[in-house]
């Protein structure tokens, strides 16, 4: 599958440099427990998920950040994970009412907040693997990114780039 991720310029040293490129946990305790949630739920064999697009669906956002670079890679469809990307929005939303030692129910404090059947359909719809189509807004969910399945890459602009270019266009009507 033709997936499009954007990573940090560490990332593609590690790449450059012929490694394999896995996610480290991330700092956010927060992301960090949905992160546990997700792997173990998809059955993945990382510390942390990598995230990305497939290319010609629909997305919510580019992904795109402060001195990014776009990678597209042609992955192993065995290698490719797909969440509904709104039911993953969802299940980060209510991470806090999530029982801490069992991502499959609700707290019971927190029940008038999230019922349970709420979280049920929305790790149904995480766990189950569909066709691409079958989704609103498929997320690509990697374990890894192999620098062979680096098809393309591309420095990504950056938001101060970005700002000076609407700047740049404000200006040119302003005169």
């Known amino acids: 599958m033709i997936v499009e991720t954007y ?3 560490v990332v593609k040293k590690i790449l450059e440099e ?3 490129y896995q996610a480290l946990p991330s700092v956010n305790q927060n992301l960090n427990k949905a992160y546990k949630c997700l792997i173990q739920m998809l059955g993945l064999s990382c ?3 990598i995230f990305g697009v497939l290319r010609g669906y629909r997305q919510c956002t580019n992904g795109a950040g402060a001195s990014s670079v776009k990678f597209t890679l042609d992955v192993p469809d065995e290698q490719v ?3 509904e990307y709104d039911d993953w929005a969802q299940f980060l939303h209510n991470i806090k009412y999530i029982n801490p030692v069992n991502y499959r129910s609700v707290n019971p404090i927190y029940l008038d907040y999230m019922p349970q059947k709420e979280l049920d359909a929305i790790i149904e719809s995480l766990t189950t693997q569909r066709p691409p189509k079958k989704y ?3 997320q690509v969910v990697l374990e890894k ?3 062979s399945w680096i098809v393309q890459e591309n420095e990504a602009v950056s938001n101060t780039q970005s700002e000076s270019l609407v700047d740049k266009v404000k200006n040119l009507f302003n005169k």
């Open 136 to 138: 609103k807004i498929p």
């Open 145 to 147: 990114i192999d620098p």
């Open 47 to 49: 510390e942390c998920p």
């Open 7 to 9: 990573q940090s310029p």
């Open 18 to 20: 012929g490694k394999v």
């Open 81 to 83: 994970h797909l969440t």
